[in-house]
Structure formats: C-alpha cells, structure tokens
C-alpha cells in the first residue's frame, strides 16, 4: 500500500515537497524552499518532516527555487541519491541553484554588515548547491528510480521545461501536477495530460480568481513606460527570472516594434535573468514554445532583445545605476523582493515619489513585495526601516498560473479515478477551488495539512 506526505507548499505557497512512500522506495516530489520572513522561513527550511536517508529519489516538476531551492540542505544533511527532472529543467537548476546559494550568501553578508547585534549565517552555500547540481539526471522519457515506481513527466506549460509528475506505483497513478501553465499565455504551450489517474495532487495558488488576459497587459504597460518617460521616474520591476523576465522583454520588443513606446533605457539586472534569456534564446525553436511565439521568433531574430535593452551581470555596471537618472526600466530579482539586486534599486528608490516599484508576479504571504503590495507605508530592507513614497503598482496580467477556471478544466479533463488533493494554495484560495470543484461534481477533495499523510 502507498502512501503520500506533504511536506510543504500544505496550506501555504511555498516550500512544495511531497513523499510518496511504498514498501519498496520512497520518492520526493519537488524540494522546494520555503520563502517569507526571514526568520520563520529559515526555521521551516531548516527542518525535514521526514528522514531523509530514507529517500531513495527526488523528482522535479520545474526549476522554480519553491520547488528545488531546499536540494542544497537535503545534500548538505547527507543525500546522495539520484535527482531526476526534465533536460531544460536540469539546465535551469544548475544556474537556479547556484544563483540561490550565492544570494543566501551575499545577503547574510550585508545583514551582517549593517546589523550589529545580530548575526546570522547563509542557510546553504555555492558548495552545497555544487552538490545538489551533481545529483542532477536528465529524463525526458518515462523511467524506474527504484524497483515499483514508474515516473514519466508531462509537460506543464508553466515556465520552460516544466513538468507534471506521473508515477505509477503498487496499483495506483498519481498525477502531481507542479505548477499548471494558463490555457492561453505569451511564450508556451497549455498544458498536456496522461489518459486516466487514480488520483490528482494539484496546485491551488489562484483557485478563487482569474486573471486577465496577458494580451491587454501591453497596453498598460505603454501606458506606464510612456508616463515614467515624460516624469523622467525610475521604474522598478521585481522579475522572477524565469519566465517573467522574458515575457516583459518579448513585450516591450513588441511594443517597440509597433512603434508604442519611446526610447527609454531597459536595463536587466541579474546575472541569472541574463543567463536564462540566453537559454530561451538557444531553445527559441526546440522548447515548448507557442505557435504565436514561434511565428515572432521567425521575423524577429532577437525577440528577447532590441538596442535600448541592456543586460547587466556586473556588479559594479548594477550599482552604477544607483546614482544614473532617470528615466529608465530595471529589471532585476527576486520576483517577491526577498533578496538579491531588487533590494539595492528598492533601497535607493523607495523613499522618491517620483520613482515606480511595478509588480507583475504573485507575492507570497509574509514577503517584502506582499507588503508593499497591501500598501504598507514603512518597511524594512536589510533590517533597516524605510518609509515608502514610491508609487506602488500591481499588474495581474502576468501570471504563469493557470487561474481558477483553466484549473477546473484542468481537473475535468484528468478526471482523477480516487481523489484531489490541493496544495500550493493559501487556505483561501483552495477553499475557493474546492467548491468550485464541488459544483462540477468531485466530492474527493483533500486540503491536506503540513506533515499530513494519507493511504493510496
Ligand atoms: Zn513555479
């Protein structure tokens, strides 16, 4: 009999890791890092709800840092077993990972630089992530990591190289579904489905609303771009570096193509952002990208790129745009402003009402991105308090989730034979979910807890 453990990403967002366990193997679905408060984060990073030298493989839905951002604490406490995850995902995770550690890194440094009482210590470091890189194994093709498990992955559509997780184990199919990809979106393919499972663990993150359709968000975002331009402001843009980045470029070089926005500077700044839009460049006609996009691709042969995009991996070339004037576009990470360059141009920004922080991806529960969100009038950056003049804006357009109604016809089209589970949600947003699929007729629907375990 198998059984299943959530382990994160159970009534929250972040963190996703789930155990199935049979008699003969026991296989991790995603190692995600928890992300939020310092602190409170840190100590659910730090703790495993299970053992972990009785994992015998972990697979990866998708590169995202929520879902393998905690593999360097699992090698770091002694796992030396096999990694498996699609070949994009594999490319994606050795610059992820690495770029994790080193802001895990840096931003101990600087707190520690500007925080005298208190010190703290990276929670894993670049030869930690080394380690987890080394574990990693390509698997575009269904495979055994251990005796009665079968895994074959199914693409997500969510961001490049993501996968849905199918094993098939003692008797049962259990499709996890990572992150869902939108029905309709800028740069990939929907999502695709095995024929017929047992049971569904599904994300929930946008299960009681929809989003607008990414097609409208040029025009706002003209709109923003040609206002900034006459006001001379700085606008600032947390992009999560993969994905978004490259969605806010592929439009603007639209935009400036069509002639709808002025010359106005772009820069950006994050050597990882930089990294994977050289991979969507080199897999511009093998990923799984949309037709829409492929047809872009084919006349314009640099769709990530015009002449006013400047990429910027030095940090020297990032900190000279501290003092430059605007106006000017910045790019940069993390996506919730949790850490990395985003938290320098907020610091130097936020207190200047003429400058725009812009938001265009989801902001977790507890995140410095969620708080300026709500509105919060005071923060902290670097456990120094700010007031906030900035303008603050938030555009929803953007997401690379599916929304309430794509997960419901997701759900409808898998059909799950035995139950739902519903993670990587808030508890709102998979309340919302759940009667909604309710009223399509599944009644087998879990909200499992952390920790919470269940027979297959
Ligand atoms: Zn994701």
Do not use: W
């Amino acid at each position: 009999m198998a059984r299943i453990k959530f382990c994160g990403a159970a009534g929250e967002v972040t963190g996703s890791k789930h155990l199935i366990m049979t008699g003969k193997g026991n296989l991790l679905l995603d190692c995600g890092l928890f992300q939020g408060k310092r602190a409170e984060a840190r100590e659910k990073n730090l703790k495993f709800p299970f053992d972990i030298s009785a994992i015998d493989a972990v697979a990866l839905s998708h590169a995202h840092i929520d879902h393998t951002g905690a593999l360097p604490l699992l090698t770091k406490n002694g796992y030396k077993k096999p990694v498996y995850c699609s070949s994009i995902t594999s490319h994606l995770s050795e610059i992820m990972l690495k770029d994790s550690a080193r802001l895990q890194e840096n931003d101990a440094e600087f707190f520690n630089k500007i925080n005298k009482d208190e010190k703290i210590a990276p929670l894993y470091t670049e030869e930690d992530a080394l380690k987890a890189i080394s574990l990693l194994r390509k698997k575009d093709s269904p495979f055994k990591p251990f005796e009665n498990m079968k895994v074959s992955l199914y693409e997500a559509g969510h961001v490049l190289g993501s996968c849905q997780i199918f094993a098939e184990t003692e008797g049962v199919k259990i499709l996890y579904s990572g992150d869902v990809g939108r029905q309709s979106q800028l740069l990939l393919n929907p999502p695709c489905f095995p024929s017929e499972t047992d049971y569904l663990v599904i994300e929930s993150t946008y299960g009681d609303r929809e989003h607008p359709e990414v097609e409208d968000a040029k025009e706002v975002l003209a709109e923003i771009i040609n206002s900034a331009f006459k006001k001379k402001s700085k606008v600032i843009i947390p992009g999560f570096s993969l994905e978004r980045t490259q969605e806010i470029i592929y439009i603007l070089d639209n935009l400036k193509n069509e002639g709808s926005i002025p010359a106005i500077p772009v820069y950006v700044d994050s050597p990882m952002s930089c990294e994977i839009t050289k991979i969507f460049n080199e897999m511009k006609f093998t990923g799984n990208f949309s037709k829409s996009f492929l047809e872009y691709a084919r006349l314009d042969k640099d769709p990530f790129g015009y002449e006013y995009i400047n990429y910027i991996s030095e940090k020297r070339d990032s900190q000279k745009l501290n003092d430059a004037a605007g106006p000017m576009l910045i790019i940069s990470a993390s996506g919730m402003c949790e850490g990395g360059r985003i938290l320098h141009h907020l610091r130097n920004s936020i207190e200047n009402e003429n400058d725009i922080l812009l938001l265009v991806g989801f902001q977790a529960q507890g995140t410095l991105g969620r708080r300026l969100k709500e509105g919060e009038k005071e923060v902290k950056i670097f456990g120094l308090k700010h007031e906030v003049f900035m303008e603050v804006r938030s555009l929803e357009f953007f997401s690379a989730h599916a929304g309430k109604s794509d997960l419901v016809s997701y759900v409808r089209k898998v059909n799950p034979k035995k139950g739902i589970f519903l993670v990587h949600g808030e508890n709102s947003q998979r309340e919302g979910l759940s009667q909604a699929l309710k009223k399509e007729g599944f009644n087998d629907i879990r909200l499992p807890e952390h920790g919470q375990e269940y027979e297959l």
